[in-house]
């Protein structure tokens, strides 16, 4: 690690991946906000950000991919969230299942798997809303956000972790979040089942490719880092175009 080691051992098992994801959530959830502020009514549209705000910083789905060619969102829109429930929730699901990868495969591979799911997650939904007829319950995204996808994603490596280590528990309880993850899907209005599902996928097949059974390596580190810097990339591109498009 080229004498970094300390220094990333300091940050937690996690290497700081977990108050990065929190903080950055929050900061862009306050700026999608504050381009197109509204109080809103109800439980989940109270200082929700609009559409525009979604769009400009990154929101994904078949509107922004299809209708301006936006097709780097896929990486953004688990950065941004519709409500504040919506960012409460899922914040405290990444504080309570991204340590528990981290302890499995290490902080580098989980940060793989967080990134990989929610990029899978969001193809899937964007191309199911662009390509497929309306299945009830299944409906792509037009526009579509959340870090739930990458969640699913990491739950999925639970899920692959706990067959390839042989322990029953922990297979068992990943069956149970991925439970609570369709009936919630069944039961709350406007989840997005297809970035659920294809964030699931993904983090599970992800998984398999990083055997969680071998040591963590430097191609690992250096993966994980390139995945963070590319998408803080992608999202400097969508706030150069989102305001770019606002103006024109």
Known sequence: MWGFAPALTKLGRDMGFVPLVITGCIVMYAASWLVDPRLGSGLFDLLSPTSVG???????????????????????ASWLHGNLIHIAVNMMSVRNIAPIVADFYGASR???????????????????????????????????VGASASIAGLIGAVFFYGHRSGSRGIADQAKMWIITFLVMGALVPR???????????GGYVCAKFLDPLYPERLDHFMIALGSLVLTAIAIVVSVIHGFWLMNH
Do not use: K
């Not at 991919?65 to 936006?70: A, D, I």
């Not at 929610?118 to 193809?123: D, K, L, M, Q, R």
């Not at 964007?126 to 299944?138: Q, V």
């Not at 989840?191 to 996928?201: E, K």
């Open 110 to 144: 989980m940060i793989i798997i967080y990134v990989v799911s929610g990029a899978v997650g969001f193809t899937a939904s964007t191309l199911a809303a662009g390509f497929l007829p309306p299945i009830p319950l299944l409906t792509g995204g037009n526009l579509t």
């Open 191 to 201: 989840i997005d089942n297809w970035a659920h599902l294809g964030g699931l996928a």
């Open 54 to 76: 979604l769009i400009v910083f990154g929101g994904s789905g078949a509107y922004p991919v299809f209708e301006f060619g936006r097709w780097w969102t896929v990486l953004t």
